[in-house]
């Protein structure tokens, strides 16, 4: 199934919610990605174990894939993935398992919030202080969440990621903050698919 009658299927089968718009964009990307790289949807995803808190705000999402009791996980990959379930609002079950799946598709070369299929990088500032608000608190000059996240890693491993003393000294500082113009990724997919006789 592609993306986008994939979204639109999952998003009608869902609680209407802003954490189905969420799941649903992620697994409906996840999906045309595992077709396109010969993976499992849960791989690409970032599902590990069994969803039960996903699929609670998603039901139309188990028969679209198979649950992965394992995924590996690069050492960055996992440094993220702690730092989101450590920065979580609540630590539910359902931050805990979107916490893999932004790791997941945070491995992507796009802006993170094209990555997870959303509209636009305010969606992903509401999730981000909806389910990891002590994280987010923490992005107070509105850092590219990317940059974010790996410079809040290195400086907990003691390691410097910037040349810089600080931000506001770095010849950088347009590639850390600043505009993240684009198009919506499922928007993209779904031009694309219009666009094929």
């Known amino acids: 199934m592609a993306p986008d ?33 010969g993976r499992s949807v849960a791989e690409t995803a970032g599902i590990e174990g069994t969803p039960d808190a996903l699929l609670a705000v998603v039901p139309g999402a188990r028969e679209l894939f198979e649950p992965a009791e394992f995924l590996a996980r690069d050492d960055e990959e996992l440094c993220l993935v702690d730092l989101l379930r450590r920065g979580a609002t609540s630590g539910s079950a359902f931050e805990h398992a979107l916490a893999g799946m932004i790791a997941r598709r945070a491995q992507r070369p796009n802006h993170l919030w094209q990555d997870l299929g959303l509209r636009n990088r305010g969606e992903l500032g509401a999730l981000m202080h909806r389910h990891f608000a002590p994280l987010a608190r923490r992005n107070r000059n509105d850092m590219k969440w990317k940059k974010f996240f790996f410079r809040m890693i290195c400086s907990d491993a003691d390691y410097a990621l910037c040349a810089a003393p600080s931000c506001s000294e770095c010849c950088d500082f347009d590639a850390c903050f600043g ?5 919506s990724l499922l928007a993209h ?4 698919a219009e666009a094929r006789p």
Do not use: F, K, M, Q
């Open 5 to 37: 009658p994939a979204y639109r299927r999952l998003i009608e089968r869902s609680d209407g919610s802003a954490d189905a718009h969420v799941v649903a964009s992620i697994v409906a990307l996840a999906l045309g990605d595992a077709a396109a790289e």
């Open 179 to 183: 505009d993240e113009t684009g198009e």
């Open 189 to 192: 997919i779904r031009r694309d």
